[in-house]
């Protein structure tokens, strides 16, 4: 018993003294702080993918995996043409030569097999850490055309590595300039698969997305004054919301339950909400100025809106109720067509500068500090959207002429023309698909 | 013998106390001179670069933000070598009749790019404008656009290790904004007399598996600098604490 406590003894002696000497070490060490990194995108390959029968549809999904990562700005995508790696090599780790692919620089590598089968199109998707050399991620993506399976991977890759779902199976709702009128026209988030929805004489304005994504709210003057009508997809009405005023520029609450709007009437032009059918209409602004184009801020309690009560265009805030409205810009003497950012941190509009050009523009929600995206790329950078997961804007750019689509990350980066020809205007980036 | 001369050489006499007082004076001075070591070069040390920045007007608080043109490229010149006085500049010649115009790039649909056509002279004078211009555009009167005053009074060695982990710490865009107000990670490294680092160990990682990557690379991608010989063997066995945030 004695010899025990004798052992415990100095084992708790010999610990504490570790422990001392440690903690000693530890406090004499020299200590520096490095902060500041750089942000990088990070380098990934997409290989070519192998062909389970159809070797052209193989090639054109692995293409539209590619511009997709390389469009959002998160990923360094990798010319196929530097690999190194055998290119009948296969999908398992045990077959990978990482080596050959960390060779060229490769952090990601996306590796697929694509098949084509009576229903559609399949892909055996692999994603592999080059440096660990491991597969982290294998699974099975179904889609019925390719260019679909195309985005479904990339999709998957974004939240892979970003944990968020990814945007490449959304749509952009646009206005486009017609000999004849206005057509609402809706593409995919990479441009391509643009379909007319409507074809109309009037002016078409200001399309906006119901949150779950079957419908979209249009200002037109069909009727000779602007109002706001509801186009739904699944049955492809297209019917007037009645709020028993002149209104404009409709935007869907966050749940669906409301919509605030621009209304004109005999009192001025203020913002107002409404239930999706026209019912229920409150007015939030009273002043005597112009206050117009609300947009909700993602958890629906608030609004941001424009208002020249100060003698210029300036954003303003305010409860969904009407409440506590305050100036949030400061800076610039024309700032316009707000959007709330989804991830709730910024709010992009639009501005004309000193210049007398208009510019793309965020401003943070918290301190007020503005970011300029766009800067001598034509005279008229404008109508900001955001991508359901805030990490892309859609805008339109008379840059190269006629004004043209274009999406950027939301520093003003990898800016890509994605679609272009007739005037585009107004575009809306829908939410995430439901399935 | 003159008188003249004799009185001199009477002189001469006396002065040899002085002269041997003297000579020792010197032979000591000498001694100590030769014994005393020299200032010591190190051969890794960058020089301190210093210039005069003279901003323009501020920027109305009113105007609206304008992106900064694209730093020029680094010069690696004072990062590696002394700088030396230049000769002063031979002018330049004019254009002459071999000079073409460099074609004009266009990015598309990036950010329009600057004109790179033109002969050497007009270069010249486009940068001289475009150098008034943007000493007109922006910035601050009292601002310090590329100054570090922190590093003058902080350990030069430890300034230089961080400058050299920094160009090494590179974090993917991946990381989301609302993770990276959190992320920090700490590691210790044991350096070796020659700045390689013998062994490296996270004493608290993030959480975030490529966010602790990102650091690791940049820990083994370094190359420190030799640590002054006085501290060699802490740095090797006490090691060095790095916090990395963002």
Not at chain 1, 71 to 91: K, N, Y
Not at chain 1, 220 to 243: A, C, H, M, Q
Request: overall charge positive; aromatic content about 6%; glycine content about 10%.
């Amino acid at each position: 018993m004695r010899f025990a406590r004798l052992t415990a003894a100095c084992l708790a002696l010999t610990l504490a003294l570790a422990t001392a000497t440690a903690a000693a070490a530890s406090a004499d060490r020299p200590r520096v702080v490095v902060d500041a990194p750089d942000f990088h995108p990070l380098p990934i390959a997409v290989a070519s993918f192998l062909a389970g029968g159809d070797a052209r549809a193989a090639a054109e999904v692995a293409g539209v995996v590619r511009a997709d990562l390389a469009r959002c700005g998160l990923f360094e995508v990798l010319d196929p043409r530097s690999f190194l790696a055998d290119p009948g090599e296969g999908l398992a780790a045990a077959s990978i030569k990482f080596s050959r692919w960390a060779d060229v620089g490769a952090d990601g590598l996306v590796k697929a097999r694509v098949s084509k089968g009576p229903g559609g199109f399949s892909a055996d998707l692999r994603i592999l850490d080059v440096r660990a050399g491991r597969e982290v991620l294998a699974l099975t993506l179904p889609a019925t055309e390719a260019r679909d399976l195309g985005h479904r991977i990339a999709d998957e890759v974004v939240r892979h590595y970003t944990g968020e779902p990814g945007i490449f199976r959304t749509r952009i709702a646009a206005i486009r300039r017609t000999r004849d009128g206005r057509e609402l026209v809706v593409f995919d988030a990479d441009g391509q698969n643009a379909r007319v929805l409507l074809s109309e004489k009037a002016l078409l304005l200001m399309p906006a997305w119901h949150p779950r994504g079957g419908e979209l709210l249009v200002t037109s003057y069909r009727s000779g004054i602007p109002e706001l009508w509801r186009y739904r997809f699944s049955d492809k009405s297209f019917r007037r919301v009645n709020t028993g005023h002149a209104s404009m520029g409709g935007s869907w609450s966050p749940d669906g339950s409301r919509i605030a709007f621009t209304a004109i009437d005999g009192n001025g032009t203020d913002v107002w909400t409404c239930n999706p059918d026209g019912r229920g209409a409150r007015r939030l602004t009273t002043s005597s100025a112009l206050d117009l184009s609300p947009s909700w801020s993602p958890d629906g309690k608030k609004l941001v809106f424009v208002s020249d009560r100060a003698g210029t265009p300036q954003l303003y805030v305010m409860n969904a109720d009407g409440s506590q409205q305050r100036r949030i810009t400061f800076q610039g003497s024309y700032n316009q067509t707000p959007q709330w950012s989804p991830r709730g941190d910024l709010i992009a509009f639009t501005a004309r500068d000193e210049r007398r050009v208009f510019d793309v523009f965020t401003i943070s929600v918290d301190g007020g500090r503005i970011q300029r995206l766009t800067q001598d790329q034509g005279r008229t950078n404008e109508e900001p959207s955001w991508a359901p997961n805030g990490r892309m804007l859609a805008f339109t750019s008379d840059r190269s002429g006629t004004p043209q689509l274009l999406v950027a990350d939301p520093g003003g980066d990898r800016q890509t023309v994605i679609a272009s020809g007739a005037e585009l205007m107004t575009p809306a980036w829908g939410p995430f698909p439901a399935d | 013998m003159t008188g003249l001369a004799h009185s001199a050489l009477v002189r001469r006499d006396r002065l040899w106390p002085a002269v041997v007082a003297s000579v020792a004076v010197h032979t000591v001075l000498g001694v100590l001179a030769i014994q005393r070591r020299g200032p010591v070069f190190d051969s890794a040390q960058q020089p301190i670069v210093a210039r005069l920045v003279r901003l323009g007007e501020a920027r109305p608080k009113e105007y609206l933000p304008r992106k900064e043109p694209e730093p020029p490229p680094a010069d690696t010149g004072p990062e590696t070598a002394p700088v030396t006085s230049p000769e002063p500049a031979a002018p330049e010649p004019g254009p002459g009749p071999s000079a073409r115009p460099v074609p004009t790039t266009r990015a598309t649909p990036g950010p329009s790019t600057a004109r790179t056509g033109g002969t050497r002279g007009e270069r010249r004078l486009s940068n001289l404008i475009s150098g008034m211009k943007q000493e007109l555009a922006a910035g601050s009167p009292d601002g310090d656009p590329l100054g570090d005053s922190g590093e003058a009074v902080g350990d030069q060695y430890l300034a230089r290790v961080v400058r050299a982990l920094r160009r090494n710490y590179r974090v993917p865009s991946t990381i989301g904004e609302k993770e990276r107000l959190y992320l920090r990670g700490t590691i210790v490294l044991f350096i070796e007399p020659d700045g390689r680092v013998l062994r490296h160990e996270f004493v608290k990682r993030s959480g975030n598996p490529v966010f602790d990557e990102a650091l690791e690379r940049a820990v083994l991608d370094t190359r420190l600098p030799p640590p002054p010989e006085d501290a060699r063997e802490a740095y090797r066995r006490r090691g060095l604490q790095v916090d990395f945030k963002i």
